[in-house]
């Protein structure tokens, strides 16, 4: 009787590549693509992890890049000196800034930074410095007709700089404290002198 015998070779190379195949289950490529690989979640954490510390990292970098200051200079009504506000339209006079009222929307022209050391902590277009080194007036305060400064050095001389007076302003030299070279018309003829020659008296007309 003939025995049909099994093929060793054969045999032993299928169950040997069942074996191997069991072997190596478990021990994939940390990131690579196999069939059953239980790390394979590990490995997509672990790379969005990555991916999220750059990002914060980057942003930590952009926030601590200098940044280039705000140009917040604009011109208020009547031609003055203002301070512009974060939506680019409002115009804040210069006096307005820092005197304890929010006047932007969001209230930029009254943080901290720009207001905790006046007037070392405002922009200079923000301020005029008297003759006196110890005085300081806001910019749009200077050549407005009134003695802010104190000694007139904001309304005469060289460092002010300021045009002759406008229409709505009578030229004579004051006999009162607070106005310098000009005195508004409409102090003209009111019965009080307010120039040294009585010229609002007898010679302007409100």
């Known amino acids: 009787m003939n025995k049909t015998h099994p093929q060793r070779n054969g045999g032993a190379a299928t169950f040997g590549s069942t074996q191997s195949f069991s072997g190596e289950r478990g021990h994939c490529h940390p990131c690579g693509a196999c069939t059953g690989c239980?790390?394979?979640?590990?490995?997509?954490?672990?790379?969005?992890?990555?991916?999220?510390?750059?990002?914060?990292?980057?942003?930590?970098?952009?926030?601590?890049l200098p940044r280039a200051p705000v140009n917040r200079f604009c011109t208020a009504p009547n031609n003055q000196t203002g301070f512009l506000c974060d939506d680019r339209?409002?115009?804040?006079?210069?006096?307005?800034?820092c005197d304890k009222v929010s006047n932007?929307?969001?209230?930029?022209?009254e943080q901290e930074q720009l207001c905790g050391d006046l007037p070392h902590s405002l922009p200079e277009y923000l301020v005029f410095h008297c003759s006196n080194p110890r005085?300081?007036?806001?910019?749009?305060?200077?050549?407005n007709g009134m003695n802010d400064c104190?000694?007139?050095?904001?309304?005469?001389?060289?460092?002010?700089?300021c045009p002759p007076c406008g229409w709505e302003w009578w030229s004579c030299s004051p006999v009162h404290?607070?106005?310098c070279s000009c005195i508004p018309r409409r102090l003209c003829r009111d019965g009080i002198q307010h120039c040294l020659g009585w010229s609002d008296e007898f010679v302007c007309t409100p």
């Open 38 to 64: 239980t790390q394979r979640h590990l490995c997509i954490s672990a790379v969005a992890l990555l991916v999220l510390v750059a990002a914060l990292a980057l942003g930590v970098a952009l926030a601590l």
């Open 89 to 97: 339209v409002t115009c804040v006079p210069a006096s307005w800034v």
């Open 104 to 109: 932007c929307r969001n209230g930029e022209d």
């Open 135 to 143: 005085s300081w007036v806001y910019a749009d305060q200077r050549c």
């Open 150 to 161: 104190g000694d007139c050095s904001d309304e005469t001389g060289s460092l002010a700089a």
């Open 177 to 179: 404290y607070e106005f």
